[in-house]
T-cell receptor, first 114, second 118 residues
Framework: GENVEQHPSTLSVQEGDSAVIKCTYS??????FPWYKQELGKGPQLIID?????GEKKDQRIAVTLNKTAKHFSLHITETQPEDSAVYFC?????????????FGKGTHLIIQP | KAGVTQTPRYLIKTRGQQVTLSCSPI?????VSWYQQTPGQGLQFLFE???????NKGNFPGRFSGRQFSNSRSEMNVSTLELGDSALYLC?????????????????FGPGTRLTVT
């Protein structure tokens, strides 16, 4: 089955700097790659996603890049703010294929230092 | 539009008992997926229902089961509870895909039910 590795497990950056979180996946059939933000006591919130036919997608301060050949994808957050502090999860799935459930990475605890 | 709702939010059960958790998807969504979140194993897929049919199942024992009703609400049941079943149980809903049928890609999560087994 699919395996998703996520790095780093903890990331501390100064407010205003950029943050990058990286994930790799194992199943070449995976075609959908969402990123979720989870704050304490809440469920994961979908913040951005990308499909396998696209290399990059941006939404204001957040961007995701996908390299299908290398089977890795990354989340980029620019001009970080205190409210960006949370745990971020990457995931992969073969939506429309056999194993449609999301396979998640272990998460990155992002800490924004004031 | 209201988000995914889950009840109850917190639950304490004794080993050997059974438990039923409920999930109401976003209005218009017909797919409900269930996930288990623990500090050790992270987020793991349990199963997915679409139009009252189980589409996919993760690698969990048969003690974990679910169902979906005609109004898309879903329930998850765990029988013969074990200490290791203590976790946050999350459900996520997806709207129908416009063209091909089946659920759309995006999954939206509820706040979860925190289950503690003693």
């Amino acid at each position: 089955g699919e395996n998703v590795e996520q790095h780093p497990s903890t990331l501390s950056v100064q407010e205003g700097d950029s943050a990058v979180i990286k994930c790799t996946y194992s199943d070449s059939a995976s075609n959908y790659f969402p990123w979720y933000k989870q704050e304490l006591g809440k469920g994961p919130q979908l913040i951005i996603d990308i499909r396998s036919n696209v290399g990059e997608k941006k939404d204001q301060r957040i961007a995701v890049t996908l390299n299908k050949t290398a089977k890795h994808f990354s989340l980029h957050i620019t001009e970080t703010q205190p409210e960006d502090s949370a745990v971020y999860f990457c995931a992969a799935s073969t939506r429309g294929g056999g194993a449609d459930g999301l396979t998640f990475g272990k998460g990155t605890h992002l800490i924004i230092q004031p | 539009k209201a988000g995914v709702t889950q009840t109850p939010r917190y639950l304490i059960k004794t080993r050997g008992q059974q438990v039923t958790l409920s999930c109401s998807p976003i209005s218009g969504h017909r797919s409900v997926s269930w996930y288990q979140q623990t500090p050790g194993q992270g987020l793991q897929f349990l199963f997915e229902y679409f139009s009252e049919t189980q589409r996919n199942k993760g690698n969990f024992p048969g003690r974990f089961s679910g169902r979906q009703f005609s109004n898309s609400r879903s329930e998850m049941n765990v029988s013969t509870l074990e200490l290791g079943d203590s976790a946050l149980y999350l459900c996520a809903s997806s709207r129908p895909s416009g063209l091909a049928g089946g659920p759309s890609y995006e999954q939206y999560f509820g706040p979860g039910t925190r289950l503690t087994v003693t």
